[in-house]
């Protein structure tokens, strides 16, 4: 896909600009490649924030990932606002918004953080395009990514497909590159001069991020959004839970994981400064910490790069399968589909964690693959039916980790899960929360209801329709 912007030019080189900076998944002012250069420059900066969900369709934000948003954006007005700067909110149209701001404000140079989601980088090439033919410099800059999609091609100079080698080339570069190392540090900005009173723009609470039924409250017990807040997680996991991650991360009776992803999600920190913090532990410099765990945690940063490379590369892959010959075997349901999303399905693993991600938005990554399993496979119930559930309720909900990952479980992914492998819910609490206190913790004490399906039978036949289907529609 092309560039919809110039590249930025050499920030030292230039003489101090009237910047409109425009925050979208990029709610951090450290390790923030606009913010850099605009604090480099000594520009004068308007901070600004748009809501507009119609531009993000068929994926506007979730009520859960608008709760995250809500807090994520009262944590950066504040930071903003220790520098004097004040952070307009407004709901419509980006397009016009922009124009009339940019016009009102003799803002001479609109910069932003790119996204990579297909459809969003369509809107913003016509974007660029309107906004340069007003005159306007534009400056646009990779984020939230070791590695900008597209730029990964095999030897035959097509996409990867399979994790292995993408991840390979993907150490190549990440291990010769300089990363962040220790917390981050905020550059000093510069505000455009603006009369308060007369600032244009709503609220945040105006922008009607929150639902007004306040379920949402519960998800304060679990999470603190913003940028303080990604960092202090971060620094809690580096003191020890990561030294035990590559025995913890599949166990959901234990905080084994870092819980970074609503974090990394909304760009509160950067990819570079986790893996720049992890890196001396690679390095064997952790003072005889364990480095296997940190490549685990490499690992699965580099399963995030291979879900923007994958959605980049096949733009339809959030909708559509990457592999259409199982897709004859789904089946819409819609009473199985309710009892699974309410977590009375009467299989224990699967309920807890159906409870777990309506009580506190998350949900473990195992018990994930466990409910996907379930769904896809024994109640054969399409994945997609799967995504757009997660992407209501999880708090890290993320176009292109969701689409991998019920590509995946399903079976029809790029480097999918093969199709024989269906989950035993069973078996895999027995291995994973052997003494039940995860399923306990989030079941309670209610008695499960009847299970809603025999798992060894929709097991056979699972695997008898995919069978039948590869037979039908060789590769
Ligand atoms: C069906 C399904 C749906 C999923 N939907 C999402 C989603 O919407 N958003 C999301 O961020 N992740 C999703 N994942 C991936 C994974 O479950 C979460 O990233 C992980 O549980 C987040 O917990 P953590 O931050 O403690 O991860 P850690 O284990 O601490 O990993 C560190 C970071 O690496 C990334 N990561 C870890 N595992 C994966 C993975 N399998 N794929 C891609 N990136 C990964 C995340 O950004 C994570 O924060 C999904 C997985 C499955 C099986």
Redesign the pocket.
């Known amino acids: 896909m092309a560039d919809p912007c110039l590249s930025p030019d050499a920030p030292s080189a230039i003489a101090p600009r009237r910047v409109l900076h425009w925050f979208r998944r990029d709610l951090r002012l450290a390790d923030n490649p606009a913010l850099e250069a605009i604090g480099q420059r000594g520009d004068s900066l308007l901070a600004v924030y748009i809501h507009a969900p119609e531009e993000e369709a068929p994926w506007q934000p979730g009520a859960a990932s608008r709760w995250w948003l809500h807090h994520s954006l009262a944590a950066l007005r504040d930071r903003l606002a220790r520098q004097g700067i004040c952070l307009l909110f407004f709901h419509g149209e980006t397009g016009p918004i922009l124009s009339r701001l940019c016009a009102q404000l003799g803002i001479d140079t609109l910069s932003w953080n790119r996204r990579y989601e297909p459809r969003l980088w369509q809107r913003d090439q016509l974007l660029a395009e309107a906004l340069s033919a007003q005159g306007l410099a534009l400056e646009a800059w990779d984020d939230g990514v070791l590695c900008p999609p597209g730029q990964l091609l095999n030897q035959q100079g097509r996409p990867y497909r399979v994790y292995g080698p993408f991840m390979r080339r993907l150490r190549l570069l990440t291990d010769s590159a300089p990363l962040p190392l220790g917390p981050p540090l905020p550059p000093r900005l510069r505000p455009l001069p603006l009369d308060q009173a007369l600032a244009p723009g709503c609220s945040l609470e105006q922008l009607g991020l929150l639902d007004a039924q306040p379920w949402h409250e519960k998800l304060h017990d679990h999470w603190q959004p913003g940028e303080g807040a990604a960092w202090a997680r971060l620094e809690g996991f580096l003191q020890a839970p990561i030294d035990h991650y590559a025995e913890d ?1 599949d166990r959901p009776d234990r905080a084994g ?5 609503p974090h ?2 909304f760009g509160e920190i950067s990819p570079q400064r986790v893996l720049g913090n992890v890196q001396p532990l690679l390095a064997g410099e952790g003072g005889g910490r364990p480095g296997q765990s940190a490549e685990r ?1 490499y690992n ?2 580099g ?2 790069e291979f ?1 923007r490379h994958l959605l980049w590369h096949f733009p339809d892959s959030d909708l559509q399968s990457l592999d259409g010959r199982f897709d004859a075997l789904w089946q819409e349901d819609a009473e199985w589909l309710r009892r699974w999303q309410d977590g009375r399905t009467g299989i224990a693993l699967v309920d807890a964690g159906m409870a777990e991600l309506w009580q506190s938005g998350w949900m ?2 195992r018990v ?2 466990v409910a ?1 399993s379930l769904l896809t496979k024994n109640l054969g119930i399409p994945w997609q039916a ?1 995504a757009r559930w ?1 992407w209501d309720t ?1 708090v ?3 176009l292109a ?2 689409s ?3 590509q ?2 399903a079976g029809c992914g790029a480097d999918a899960a093969p199709y024989f492998r269906v989950f035993n819910p069973q078996l895999q609490a027995k291995k994973f929360d052997p003494q039940g206190r995860y399923q306990a913790r989030w079941l309670g004490s209610d008695p499960l209801p009847e299970p809603i399906i025999d798992l060894a039978s929709s097991r056979t036949q699972a695997l008898a329709r995919y069978q039948g289907m590869r037979q039908s529609n060789p590769a």
Do not use: E, V, Y
């Open positions: 991360r994981t870092s819980r970074l992803s990394l999600h945690l699965q940063l399963w995030r879900a473990h990554n994930r693959m996907g799967g997660f999880l890290d909900a993320d980790n969701n991998l990952g019920w995946w479980i």
